[in-house]
């Protein structure tokens, strides 16, 4: 499984990627091998101001449909249209070119409160 160090994590296994007040977000290497084959990424939230925990779209495998969830509050101001034409990028490249969206964050302090890469990895067993 891999965790990469520079990222920060959450419990709903969604890694963020923090760089000033933009934070790209992406699903974990391990949440997409526990999903499976990604077929669908529905994203419709662009542009919204969402708060930590709000559902900002859906992942959708072979065999089930998975709400993604806000690690932190924020705009959303980027979604990943490749995904549209290339969901298997989130099987592929997690961390990478499967990224799913970007957002602006409002509150800076929520970013304490995400896990680093021991705490996920002691999170899934790994």
């Given at each position: 499984m891999n965790t990469p160090e520079n990222l920060k994590y959450t419990k709903d296994?969604?890694?963020?990627?923090?760089?000033?007040?933009?934070?790209?977000?992406?699903?974990?290497?391990?949440?997409?091998?526990e999903l499976g084959d990604i077929v669908y990424v529905e994203v419709e939230t662009v542009d919204e101001t969402l708060e930590r925990e709000e559902v900002f779209g859906t992942v959708e495998a072979v065999k089930t449909v998975s709400d993604l969830?806000?690690?932190?509050?924020?705009?959303?101001?980027?979604?990943?249209?490749?995904?549209?034409?290339?969901?298997?990028?989130?099987n592929t490249d997690p961390f990478g070119d499967g990224w799913m969206i970007k957002m602006k964050i409002s509150d800076q302090d929520q970013i304490n409160d995400l896990l680093d890469a021991a705490a996920y990895k002691e999170l899934i067993g790994a």
């Amino acid at each position: 499984m891999n965790t990469p160090e520079n990222l920060k994590y959450t419990k709903d296994h969604e890694w963020v990627k923090i760089e000033g007040d933009i934070a790209t977000i992406g699903i974990t290497d391990f949440a997409q091998s526990e999903l499976g084959d990604i077929v669908y990424v529905e994203v419709e939230t662009v542009d919204e101001t969402l708060e930590r925990e709000e559902v900002f779209g859906t992942v959708e495998a072979v065999k089930t449909v998975s709400d993604l969830f806000l690690p932190l509050s924020g705009e959303i101001i980027e979604f990943n249209e490749t995904l549209e034409g290339e969901p298997e990028l989130v099987n592929t490249d997690p961390f990478g070119d499967g990224w799913m969206i970007k957002m602006k964050i409002s509150d800076q302090d929520q970013i304490n409160d995400l896990l680093d890469a021991a705490a996920y990895k002691e999170l899934i067993g790994a």
